[in-house]
């Protein structure tokens, strides 16, 4: 359990020494610190910035009321929540003016041990309240952001047959495609998958995401490319699983625009290509 962090104000060292003995008896207190005027207390709660505040309503030149009243647009203007106050007093007709500045709670002179571990619960759960009303605000604000996250994992992503079940892959992890009759055959690693599609509609369909067509029947997903090279039988491409694949002429210019440096056909090789 994280600390309490308390701050005590009273204008008697003998109520100040009291209030933080009981506290000492409650676990997961943590006493910030202690001030003896209303100014001390201004000081203190804007510097320590205190879970909880418990503050004396009688003080001279500057009461509890007017601690509360003074720090008002010092904590609007101020980052993270505002801490929640305690009134103390030894007079009880001070409990409905206390309540209606909006405190935690109201304490009676002397403090009882049972009656300030009710105001530490009490303070706990508003804390915890207001912590999740804060995530909750957040999430609110960010749904928009999250919704359009998901929209755009779903569309990197492809149903693809597996053992008469549907499976979800990334796109990202598909290394080529290739036509096969009515369908399209992706390979993803060592495995591949049937989906009923037709190469140009998969050639559409992944081109923003990198991936670029190398023959009539056959697309690639650019980032798993290792090689450009020329054989005998004309250009081709090796994939970095070591897959090796025809580059048709039409789409020569697509692959050379992956590589700058790639060379003309050499002449040599000139009359054995085969497209």
């Keep these: 359990m994280a600390p309490l962090r308390v701050v005590i104000v009273d204008d008697e060292q003998i109520a100040l020494d009291r209030l933080s003995d009981l506290l000492g008896q409650i676990p997961s207190i943590e006493v910030l610190g202690t001030a003896k005027t209303g100014v001390e207390a201004l ?15 009688e003080m001279p030149k500057m009461d509890g009321f007017d601690v509360v009243e003074a720090l008002a647009p010092r904590l609007a203007d101020r980052q993270g929540p505002a801490p929640l106050f305690c009134f103390v007093t030894a007079y009880p007709q001070f409990a409905t003016d206390a309540f209606e500045t909006g405190a935690l ?23 915890s309240e207001r912590e999740a009303a804060r995530r909750l605000a957040q999430l609110s604000g960010q749904l928009e952001e999250l919704r359009n996250a998901r929209a755009a994992a779903q569309d990197r992503s492809l149903w693809l047959q597996h053992r008469g079940e549907a499976v ?27 989906l009923r ?47 090796e694949l025809p580059v048709g002429r039409k789409y020569r210019n697509a692959v050379r625009g992956l590589v700058h440096s790639i060379d003309d056909e050499p002449p040599s090789l000139a009359a054995g290509r085969v497209d």
């Design 168 to 194: 979800r892959f990334a796109v990202a992890d598909v290394d080529w495609v290739e036509a096969d009759g009515e369908y399209v055959k992706v390979h993803i690693g060592d495995r591949s998958f049937l």
């Design 197 to 243: 599609n037709s190469i140009r509609a998969m050639a559409e369909q992944l081109a923003s995401y990198g991936f670029v067509q190398i023959h009539r029947s056959a697309l690639i997903n650019q980032e798993r490319l290792q090689a450009v090279r020329w054989t005998r039988t004309g250009m081709k491409v090796l994939l970095d699983s070591g897959t």
């Design 43 to 57: 000081a203190q709660i804007s510097r320590m910035q205190p879970h909880l505040v418990f503050l004396d309503v």
């Design 105 to 127: 709670d109201f304490l009676c002179k002397p403090v009882r041990l049972s009656r300030l571990e009710r105001t530490i619960d009490r303070a706990r759960t508003a804390l």
